[in-house]
């Protein structure tokens, strides 16, 4: 049992465990599946007294269950490459310990997190919940997920990085 888990998964063991996420949090618990509110929430709970509508009026109280979610993915990963994998992953590869591949994370995370914002969601909340229950703003948003992922990755991201 234990060399099972210190082996990587098959996609779709792993895609059939984040499938029933989606079903289970709203029969348990009564919650859809998303990781960018919790953002809003650590935003809300940091400032109480912003001038932000979007922070000052968002009960961020009501969603601590997002945030310990987020915190078990960050934990869980952790344990998952230090204790359960037999050859573990660098975190970031070398070239990114450097002042010009700080920019690009930096400039990288500020374009994800103003698209998930614009787009109402990030990837998991649209491609994963949204496309679960048949949200057409949800499948327009994951098709363009691809299609901006395929230009940089044949176009753009050769000539940026």
């Known amino acids: 049992m234990i060399e099972f888990l210190l082996q990587p998964w098959p996609w779709w063991l792993s895609g059939i465990m984040i499938g029933l996420t989606v079903p289970l949090l709203y029969i348990l618990a009564g919650k859809a599946f998303g990781i960018s509110t919790s953002l809003q929430h650590i935003g809300a709970a940091c400032t109480p007294n912003t001038s932000f509508d979007y922070l000052r009026n968002h009960d961020w109280r009501g969603g601590i269950w997002n945030l310990v979610f987020a915190g078990g ?8 490459v230090n204790f359960f994998s037999s050859d573990p992953i660098e975190f970031l590869p070398a070239s990114y310990y450097s002042f010009g591949g700080a920019m690009r994370l930096l400039g990288g995370g500020v374009l994800v997190g103003f698209g998930t914002r614009y787009a109402g969601g990030c990837t998991s909340g649209h491609a994963i919940t949204g496309i ?11 098709a363009f997920f691809f299609v901006g992922g395929l230009i940089v990755t044949w176009g753009l991201g050769s000539i940026i990085f």
Do not use: D, E, K, Q
């Not at 993915?73 to 998952?80: E, H, K, T, Y």
């Not at 229950?133 to 948003?141: G, R």
């Open 73 to 80: 993915i960050i934990v869980g990963s952790f344990f998952a």
């Open 132 to 142: 679960s229950n048949l949200n057409w703003p949800s499948m327009v948003a994951t």
